[in-house]
């Protein structure tokens, strides 16, 4: 019902930037909350930032929050990651979440998802 395809991974240096885009399809994307969430080797999928509907608010953890923003274009049917001052344990794949009508942080709590784009990031 809804399709999300990330793009914009690959290597970054430390303190770098990179910017990652999700195209949503299949359903009206005003509709839905918007997250990332990210998953390094050996670990569990973690809450990076989540978005509104209409893209009024954002939240973050707080690993990334002064870092990382967020954002969505729904005229286009995408939502952003901006990711400045990068670290080595940002290295993960991200990924592109959606879920009706609120926002949540648990991987659970979302209904679709993107294939994922690794994100590496080196000292």
């Known amino acids: 019902q809804v399709q999300l395809v990330e793009s914009g991974g690959g290597l970054g240096q430390a303190g770098g930037s990179l910017r990652l885009s999700c195209v949503a399809s299949?359903?009206?994307?005003?509709?839905?909350?918007m997250a990332w969430f990210r998953q390094a080797q050996g670990k569990e999928r973690e809450f990076v930032a989540a978005?509104?509907?209409?893209?009024?608010?954002?939240d973050y953890a707080d690993s990334v929050k002064g870092r990382f923003t967020i954002s969505r274009d729904n005229a286009k049917n995408t939502v952003y990651l901006q990711m400045s001052s990068l670290k080595p344990e940002d290295t993960a794949v991200y990924f592109c979440?959606?879920?009706?009508?609120?926002?949540?942080?648990?991987?659970?709590?979302?209904?679709?998802w993107g294939q994922g784009t690794q994100v590496t990031v080196s000292s």
């Open positions: 979440a959606a879920r009706f009508n609120f926002r949540s942080y648990n991987t659970r709590d979302y209904n679709y």
């Open positions: 299949g359903r009206t994307f005003s509709n839905y909350a």
């Open positions: 978005i509104t509907r209409s893209g009024g608010s954002a």
